[in-house]
């Protein structure tokens, strides 16, 4: 995955996310938020998912692939659809406290709710070319 986004143009559906492709933001906007805004917050959140880890794996959870889809309104809230490597993760009642913190922390960004999905489930070959580098699956 890269840091530029693929499509920043409301949409009405985001596809499935596919190995290599960056979450879309559906900005969800009627002109309240400019582009170039919408772009920015885009690119800070990117960086700021970014900073959350999964624990048992050293690599940061979009790279990982386990940001669905990320929806952006005009009153700047953020709902963000992810999920875990496995059902049963350590972790799974804590990161979306640690995404959350995360995205609050790009600023402009109001409020945001994290929902956890497992539909379609996550495995390895939603994981960016990085994140397999980093993980010596090349």
Same mark, same amino acid.
């Given at each position: ?8 143009a !409301? ?7 596919? /190995? ?6 559906? =900005?969800?906007?009627?002109? =309240?938020? !400019? $582009? ?15 900073? @959350?880890?999964?624990?048992?794996? !050293?690599? *940061? ?8 889809? @990320?929806?952006?309104? *005009?009153d700047?809230?953020? $709902? ?5 490597? /496995? ?14 913190? /995360? /995205?609050? #922390? @790009? ?7 994290v929902?956890? @999905? ?6 390895? #070959?939603?994981? #960016?070319?990085?994140?397999?580098? $980093?993980?010596?699956?090349?």
């Amino acid at each position: 995955m890269t840091d530029e986004v693929k499509d920043l143009a !409301p949409a009405a559906e985001a596809p499935e996310p596919n /190995a290599g492709d960056a979450p879309r933001i559906k =900005a969800n906007v009627g002109g =309240a938020i !400019p $582009a170039d805004e919408v772009e920015r917050i885009t690119k800070d959140l990117i960086g700021a998912l970014k900073t @959350v880890y999964d624990p048992e794996i !050293p690599v *940061d959870i979009y790279e990982l692939g386990l940001i669905y889809k @990320v929806d952006l309104d *005009d009153d700047r809230n953020l $709902a963000i659809d992810m999920t875990l490597t /496995a059902p049963g993760c350590p972790v799974a009642g804590e990161m979306p406290g640690w995404v959350e913190n /995360a /995205a609050l #922390s @790009v600023e402009g960004i109001q409020n945001v709710t994290v929902n956890m @999905v497992y539909d379609p489930p996550w495995d390895a #070959s939603r994981m #960016s070319e990085e994140a397999q580098v $980093a993980l010596n699956w090349w």
